[in-house]
T-cell receptor, first 119, second 111 residues
Framework: DTGVSQNPRHKITKRGQNVTFRCDPI?????LYWYRQTLGQGPEFLTY????????KSRLLSDRFSAERPKGSFSTLEIQRTEQGDSAMYLC?????????????????FGSGTRLTVV | SQQGEEDPQALSIQEGENATMNCSYK?????LQWYRQNSGRGLVHLIL?????REKHSGRLRVTLDTSKKSSSLLITASRAADTASYFC???????????FGTGTRLKVLA
């Protein structure tokens, strides 16, 4: 499978629990992005990595959220002490810089997302 | 915050008709992209247009970009029921490496 893979597809958790999502990007893509999408809205940017470096975090990403990309391959997004407002679709996308270290943006390939429901 | 806004928010047309969606954005950009999203699924990349391009075609899709007006349009010709989806534009502001998405246009194509 050469696409972006996200696991799990669905997660139901009780308020206050911690959850972790995983994203496996396209192997030759060095950029990886996390977005959050609620019903009827466009995806909202959360954070992105170039290789293993986390280069930008949105103000939406409270200190309960943490993302990692060890070794520059897969990434995890952890939400601690979940709240009902965290219920959303969490989308991962990857892209290539086309060999350039900066200055070039290409289209994203998105995964199918992880739908989180906090009850 | 959303960089772009799509217009209209919702559009309903008959199969075979053309569908036009518009996107307006706020800052200077490097690129603008259009994505499609079927209900409850991930987004599918449709087309990318660079800031120095004015028009691009891909199959039944035609995208225009007017950087002076900070706007873009997506035209789907000879629409099909399978085109029913939400369509989003996304822009990367100059000097950044992330795309910011608009609020989307929900297209319904009636058979």
């Amino acid at each position: 499978d050469t696409g972006v893979s996200q696991n799990p597809r669905h997660k139901i958790t009780k308020r206050g629990q911690n959850v972790t999502f995983r994203c496996d990007p396209i192997s030759e893509h060095n950029r990886l992005y996390w977005y959050r999408q609620t019903l009827g809205q466009g995806p909202e940017f959360l954070t992105y990595f170039q290789n293993e470096a986390q280069l930008e975090k949105s103000r939406l990403l409270s200190d309960r959220f943490s993302a990692e990309r060890p070794k520059g391959s897969f990434s995890t997004l952890e939400i601690q002490r979940t709240e009902q407002g965290d219920s959303a679709m969490y989308l991962c996308a990857s892209s290539s810089t086309g060999g350039a270290s900066h200055g070039v943006n290409y289209g994203y390939t998105f995964g199918s997302g992880t739908r989180l429901t906090v009850v | 915050s959303q960089q772009g806004e799509e217009d209209p928010q919702a559009l309903s047309i008959q199969e075979g008709e053309n569908a036009t969606m518009n996107c307006s954005y706020k800052t200077s950009i490097n690129n603008l992209q259009w994505y499609r999203q079927n209900s409850g699924r991930g987004l599918v990349h449709l087309i990318l247009i660079r800031s120095n391009e004015r028009e691009k075609h891909s199959g039944r899709l035609r995208v225009t970009l007017d950087t002076s007006k900070k706007s873009s349009s997506l035209l789907i010709t000879a629409s099909r029921a399978a085109d029913t989806a939400s369509y989003f534009c996304a822009t990367d502001a100059e000097g950044t490496y992330k795309y910011i998405f608009g609020t989307g246009t929900r297209l319904k194509v009636l058979a």
